[in-house]
Each structure stands twice: as structure tokens, then as C-alpha cells.
């Protein structure tokens, strides 16, 4: 009987000293740069922010406490509103790594991976507008459309639903785009 050391776990570079095989880190090592991974994080958190900022300004209308208010009164307001959807959809890629156990999922492309990347922001935007609802953060105008099986809103749902996979799937292009030009 023979062994090959360099295929026991704890020779693999693609294991942790445990020998599983789920270490993301060196999966992402193996098959992406560093510098292309933060191009893809990078470019994540500024479509992020854009696609938000321009969400949250357009449904302003809908809220009580903004209706009837210009845009520049609303900017700021919507400015760091769009800064925290960033750390959401950062936070819904952060879940997305712990469920797949691979640090660079959002470069796989698989139609199942944005399907739950947007269950997952579905999720998340009704739990905030329940909880920011009951404790009377904000409320709704007669402009918002109510979905009444989830007691929330039809604007902030949608926008937690599309924005994260739109994000991902531009990030991911645009990053994919950079390699194949030499421009990383």
C-alpha cells in the first residue's frame, strides 16, 4: 500500500489543517486574484450605492415623513440611507459566503445563486419595514403600495429584492469585462 502525501489532506493546498475541503479562502486563492476579488467587491459597493441612492430618492413620495419635500431636502437623508443598503447587500454577499462555504460565489453565475440572493434581500427588507414600521421610524403615504401577505411596503421589498442580484450580476461583468481586457 502506497501513499501519496502530496494528496492527504494535510498536504492539499486547497484544504484547511482540518483537511475539509470548504475553505473558501483558499479556493478563492487558487482561482482568482486578490486584486480582481477587490475589483468585484469594489465595484459592488459603487453600482450599490448608485442603484440605491437613485431607489431611494425616486420612492421618497411614498414615505410620510419626505412627501411633498424637494430632492435636496431628501439627499442627505437618501445619501446615507443608500451608504447603509451598500452594508446590506455586502452583508447579503457575507451570508451567501457562510451558505456556500466559496468566498467567490458571485463570479459563478448560476441563475439559483441570484434567486437567493434576492430571497435573501426579500427577507431582510421585510423584517426592517416591519421592525421600522412598529417602531414608528416611518410610515407610508397612500403612494405605496402595501403587499398585505408581508405587511410591507412594495417599494423597499422590490428594491431589496432586484437591486442585490442587478449588483452582483454587473459586478461580476464588469470584473469578468476588466480581466478579459488586461485592465486589472
Not at 483537511?19 to 468585484?40: E, Q, V, Y
Not at 431636502?73 to 451567501?96: E, M, Q
Not at 463570479?107 to 441570484?114: K, L, M, S, T, V
Not at 437591486?163 to 486589472?184: D, E, N, V
Request: glycine fraction near 10%; aromatic fraction near 14%; charge should be positive.
Amino acid at each position: 500500500m502506497t501513499a501519496d502525501r502530496h494528496n492527504t489532506p494535510q498536504h492539499n493546498p486547497h484544504t484547511n489543517q482540518a483537511g475539509n475541503t470548504g475553505d473558501c479562502i483558499s479556493r478563492a486563492h487558487s482561482g482568482l486574484s486578490w486584486w480582481r476579488l477587490g475589483r468585484f467587491f469594489a465595484t459592488t459597493a459603487l453600482v450599490s450605492f448608485v442603484l440605491n441612492g437613485i431607489w431611494e430618492m425616486a420612492q421618497m413620495p411614498a414615505y410620510v415623513e419626505t412627501a411633498g419635500y424637494s430632492w435636496t431636502r431628501t439627499l442627505g437623508f437618501c445619501t446615507r440611507a443608500a451608504v447603509g443598503d451598500v452594508g446590506i447587500i455586502l452583508g447579503i454577499y457575507a451570508a451567501g459566503v457562510l451558505a456556500a462555504g466559496d468566498l467567490v460565489w458571485g463570479f459563478r453565475g448560476r441563475w439559483n445563486i441570484y434567486a437567493t440572493v434576492a430571497v435573501f434581500g426579500l427577507a431582510y427588507a421585510a423584517l426592517v419595514e416591519h421592525a421600522a414600521l412598529a417602531a414608528g421610524r416611518w410610515s407610508y403615504t397612500e403612494r405605496m403600495p402595501i403587499v398585505s401577505m408581508l405587511g410591507a411596503g412594495l417599494w423597499p421589498l422590490l428594491q431589496m429584492t432586484l437591486l442585490p442580484p442587478i449588483t452582483f450580476l454587473f459586478a461580476r461583468w464588469w470584473t469578468g469585462r476588466s480581466a478579459t481586457k488586461g485592465s486589472l
